[in-house]
T-cell receptor, first 112, second 113 residues
């Protein structure tokens, strides 16, 4: 059973607008969450992470929000740029564990 | 820039061949991972290693094997390739500590014909 879910396979956004990518998880023991960006035929690149003791983490244009009670996290990209067009994977891990659990990804297209 | 490398980037081979996918990292990371990923699907963990001479199978049943004789090297071997093995294979490593991310190589796109 998939423990990390990304229910939107794709998202299109106009350049300059905000992109919001969503992720849900089922295991309440997860305490570290990450977002990765992936281009076709390339490996994922780490974007931003958040620990369960926080509810927000910012890095430049990227902000991740964590809602532990809803078991939900989101990635906000503002302003969106054409170079942001890629597949975004959400991942989660137990602090004491080694395995990362990934969602199925959301393909973001930023339209110029 | 992450220092983790995979070779080859692309590979097309015939059914029944034995292949080894190479993965090396220069970051001194103890933990290394192999994932399999198909379009529209999540990354499935097939093997991981805590350190030298320590390997475990992941959740996804796999007919591959791995070895970890040196910290920096974590090769994956398919003894007899089949068309069902066609996929992208991603190697990753992670340093010590709870809140540390995994760094990925560029992947190997394997096609078995």
């Amino acid at each position: 059973d998939q423990q990390v879910k990304q229910n939107s396979p794709s998202l299109s956004v106009q350049e300059g607008r905000i992109s919001i990518l969503n992720c849900d998880y089922t295991n309440s023991m997860f305490d570290y969450f990450l977002w990765y960006k992936k281009y076709p035929a390339e490996g994922p690149t780490f974007l931003i992470s958040i620990s369960s003791i926080k509810d927000k983490n910012e890095d430049g244009r990227f902000t991740v929000f964590l809602n532990k009670s809803a078991k939900h996290l989101s990635l906000h990209i503002v302003p969106s740029q054409p170079g942001d067009s890629a597949v975004y994977f959400c991942a989660a891990r137990l602090f004491t564990g080694n395995q990362f659990y990934f969602g199925t990804g959301t393909s973001l297209t930023v339209i110029p | 820039e992450a220092d983790i490398y995979q070779t080859p980037r692309y590979l097309v081979i015939g059914t029944g061949k034995k292949i080894t996918l190479e993965c090396s990292q220069t970051m001194g990371h103890d933990k290394m991972y192999w994932y399999q990923q198909d379009p529209g699907m999540e990354l499935h963990l097939i093997h991981y290693s805590y350190g030298v001479n320590s390997t475990e199978k992941g959740d996804l049943s796999s007919e591959s094997t791995v070895s970890r004789i040196r910290t920096e090297h974590f090769p994956l071997t398919l003894e007899s390739a089949r068309p069902s093995h066609t996929s992208q294979y991603l190697c990753a490593s992670r340093g010590t500590g709870g809140f540390t991310e995994a760094f990925f190589g560029q992947g190997t796109r394997l096609t078995v014909v």
